[in-house]
């Protein structure tokens, strides 16, 4: 069983930056990670995707030029650097794991949650 626990949310005002990150409990050698988030009253949105090895990473439009993604195995984590924070940013952030090592963003994809981190951009 894996278990993933994020970190690194807060309030932020509209320009600022955060930076998650996701800490698993077992080797994250063999899983791609991605970072999804969902908004009050809307669906999950899947925003990045990193492969096992950290070489391929792929982003939503939404983010594209704002976010990166990045990843450490020896110490198990995944990172998520946020720059340009807008409103419509704000969303509570989960990392998510896949066992197929799959570069894609749908969140039906994955198939270990962590529980969650709330990011708020103010206007």
């Known amino acids: 069983q894996v278990q993933l626990v994020e970190s690194g949310g807060g309030l932020v005002q509209a320009g600022g930056s955060l930076s998650l990150s996701c800490t698993a409990s077992v080797d994250l050698d063999a899983y791609a990670i991605g970072w999804i988030r969902q908004a009050p009253g809307k669906e999950r949105e899947g925003v990045t995707c990193?492969?096992?090895?950290?070489?391929?990473?792929y982003y939503a439009d939404s983010v594209k030029g704002r976010f990166t993604g990045s990843r450490d195995n020896a110490k198990s984590t995944v990172y998520l650097q946020m720059n340009s924070l807008k409103p419509e940013d704000t969303a509570v952030y989960y990392c998510a794991a896949d066992s197929r090592n799959r570069i894609v963003l749908t969140p039906l994809a994955y198939d270990y949650w962590g529980q969650g981190t709330q990011v708020t951009v103010s206007s």
């Open positions: 990193i492969n096992s090895s950290g070489r391929a990473v």
